[in-house]
T-cell receptor
Framework: NAGVMQNPRHLVRRRGQEARLRCSPM?????VYWYRQLPEEGLKFMVY????????ESGMPKERFSAEFPKEGPSILRIQQVVRGDSAAYFC?????????????FGPGTRLTVT | AQTVTQSQPEMSVQEAETVTLSCTYD???????LFWYKQPPSRQMILVIR??????QNATENRFSVNFQKAAKSFSLKISDSQLGDAAMYFC???????????FGAGTRLTVKP
């Protein structure tokens, strides 16, 4: 059973471009979380999705950021018109079902650099 | 609000010795989970150990053990017989049973000296 997959592992974008980060959860997992890690900091929650639904986006900036988890295919975190402050590592984690009982499994992260 | 505090930005330990990493948290909930994650230079987040708040017994995983003091809201990680491969950032995390996300501390960078 493959783990959580994220691609690309490294992404470089110029200011104003769009960044698309992909996350494929573990097989059988229908819950996906996105976290952002700024340099020398811990992970910060951004958004929680189930298939075709955004459950909690309280940690995601209101503008330029969006996330989806379609019925088929990976979850996508999209950042429009990137700025230097968006440079960070973005991690997704998947979980088999809702609730704190279940473990979140993390992907290897995507390191976004905005030049 | 639930917050997690790691007061030691950096720690070092001699190979084969024991080191303890500190973590405190703030919550008004009674049912929650606590975690320690390791992040090596590869940046992969690796679960080290997990503690359910309702369990009084401290969790143990091989050389890793915790000292969970619920009343004091303290959750320290002890690494025994430290190995060079233990060198990494260590993050303490909290998760309320009914919440959707995990709250992470700022991390402690552990160096292991040969």
């Amino acid at each position: 059973n493959a783990g959580v997959m994220q691609n690309p592992r490294h992404l470089v974008r110029r200011r104003g471009q769009e960044a698309r980060l992909r996350c494929s959860p573990m097989k059988g997992h229908s819950h996906v979380y996105w976290y952002r890690q700024l340099p020398e900091e811990g992970l910060k929650f951004m958004v929680y999705l189930q298939k075709e639904n955004i459950i909690d986006e309280s940690g995601m900036p209101k503008e330029r950021f969006s996330a989806e988890f379609p019925k088929e295919g990976p979850s996508i975190l999209r950042i429009q018109q990137v700025v230097r402050g968006d440079s960070a590592a973005y991690f997704c984690a998947s979980q088999i079902s809702a609730g704190g009982t279940y473990e979140q499994y993390f992907g290897p992260g995507t390191r976004l650099t905005v030049t | 609000a639930q917050t997690v505090t790691q007061s030691q930005p950096e720690m070092s330990v001699q190979e084969a010795e024991t080191v303890t990493l500190s973590c405190t948290y703030d919550t008004s909930e009674s049912d929650y989970y606590l975690f320690w994650y390791k992040q090596p230079p590869s940046r992969q987040m690796i679960l080290v150990i997990r503690q359910e708040a309702y369990k009084q017994q401290n969790a143990t995983e091989n050389r890793f053990s915790v000292n969970f003091q619920k009343a004091a809201k303290s959750f320290s990680l002890k690494i025994s017989d430290s190995q060079l491969g233990d060198a990494a950032m260590y993050f303490c995390a909290y998760r309320w049973n009914n919440n959707n996300d995990m709250r992470f501390g700022a991390g402690t960078r552990l160096t292991v000296k040969p």
